[in-house]
């Protein structure tokens, strides 16, 4: 996000996932946008993935930069960072091959767990590549982060200038804030502004404060992503007025600010 970024541009950029949903988002004026979470993955490998189920009728099926394009392209985004969408090691390279090809996507976030064994060594062959900019784990795996082996591993990411990625709601912001006061050197991402309920009115006071606890911390940050998501509506019928989103956007702001 650029320096000194109005407030207004804050929620206009925050409301680009919802504008794909929207008819309205044809008429648009194109904004030159830098998306943070995408996921790409392939339903008909041979393997096939992880996520998404297969019971999920919308979601199960190739998903490639290219099919991302002609949605966003209208838009005017011209890149994406891939957040995992897969606990293998393996579909880390997968990703990476595909921004190999494509330069569409600027970065990865993709899966190791702190802890592991290999996690050192898979760490540093990932890392070598430089599209690999950090690893997102579960709201449930931060809340086992206070080991002494996750703890070391946490300061191998920090120390290569990588970041944690937390995808949890709010019962995981305690642990956000309390990893982030043990690594102060690790810069951490609160993912879709912690999977609040969004339903147009006020945020819960438990998320509230649960916010304030992570934004203590200097080293936390929040991406705001997952809008549509957050309002439980699926198939292009999440709202677009800008007002629905607003109090926890407001919210967001006003705990993080523009450079946070």
């Not at 916010?211 to 999440?238: I, Q, W």
């Amino acid at each position: 996000m650029p320096d000194h970024v109005s407030r207004r541009t804050f929620l206009g950029a925050a409301l680009a996932a919802a504008a794909l949903n929207s008819r309205a988002a044809a008429g648009a004026r194109a904004m030159d946008i830098l998306d943070c979470h995408t996921h790409f993955y392939d339903s008909t490998r041979p393997q096939g993935v992880p996520w998404p189920a297969k019971s999920d009728s919308l979601l199960y099926r190739p998903v490639y930069p290219r099919h991302y394009q002609a949605l966003a392209g209208p838009l005017g985004i011209t890149g994406t960072v891939v957040v995992e969408a897969s606990a293998w090691v393996a579909d880390n390279d997968w990703v990476l091959g595909l921004a190999a090809a494509d330069p569409l996507i600027g970065g990865l976030v993709g899966h190791l767990e702190p802890g592991h064994p290999a996690f050192a060594v898979e760490l540093e062959r990932l890392a070598a590549n430089p599209l690999f900019r950090g690893i997102r784990v579960s709201g449930s795996d931060v809340l086992s982060l206070s080991g002494r082996d996750q703890a070391r591993d946490l300061e191998r990411l920090a120390a290569r200038g990588l970041s944690l990625d937390v995808n949890g709601d709010v019962s995981s912001l305690p642990a956000v804030a309390a990893v982030a006061g043990a690594v102060p050197q690790l810069r951490i991402v609160i993912n879709h502004v912690a999977n609040v309920r969004i339903d147009g009115g006020p945020p819960p006071s438990a998320w509230l404060a649960g916010m304030d606890r992570a934004a203590g911390r200097a080293n936390v940050f929040c991406k705001v992503s997952g809008l549509v998501e957050g309002t439980g509506r699926r198939d292009g019928k999440a709202p677009p007025d800008a007002a629905f989103y607003r109090p926890v956007l407001d919210a967001v702001w006003a705990r993080f600010g523009e450079e946070r």
